[in-house]
């Protein structure tokens, strides 16, 4: 019942930028934490950054000073602006956030999204 669906994801050049949004929709009562991870085939899923409901980040060390991730409450919307991409930034980016449904039960979940291809290259 609950989704998070994608957008924004595709194909640019080094030093170019892209911005990800996530929505999240269905029988939520609250949002907790949002975020973005990463993952390349044959690796481990990774995090790039994570925004709390009163809108504190964090932030992987590798994109510091160049991504940063924003939400609108309202519109139960995660963002993540990607600017100085590097090819080693090319990777499916999934987004999470742990969502209580409305109840009863009160219940708080975690949800993926269904990822999206960020592609780096010359």
């Known amino acids: 019942q609950v989704q998070l669906v994608e957008s924004g994801g595709g194909m640019v050049r080094p030093g170019g930028s892209l911005t990800l949004s996530c929505v999240a929709s269905?029988?939520?009562?609250?949002?907790?934490?949002m975020g973005w991870y990463r993952q390349v085939p044959g690796k481990e899923r990774e995090l790039v950054a994570t925004?709390?409901?009163?809108?504190?980040?964090h932030s992987a060390d590798s994109v510091k000073g160049r991504f940063d991730i924003s939400r609108d409450n309202a519109k139960k919307t995660v963002y993540l602006q990607m600017n100085t991409l590097k090819p080693e930034d090319t990777a499916t980016y999934y987004c999470?956030?742990?969502?209580?449904?409305?109840?009863?039960?009160?219940?708080?979940?975690?949800?993926w999204g269904q990822g999206t291809q960020v592609t780096v290259s010359s």
């Open positions: 269905g029988n939520i009562f609250s949002i907790n934490v």
């Open positions: 925004i709390t409901s009163d809108l504190k980040t």
């Open positions: 999470n956030a742990d969502i209580m449904e409305n109840g009863p039960p009160w219940i708080l979940r975690d949800y």
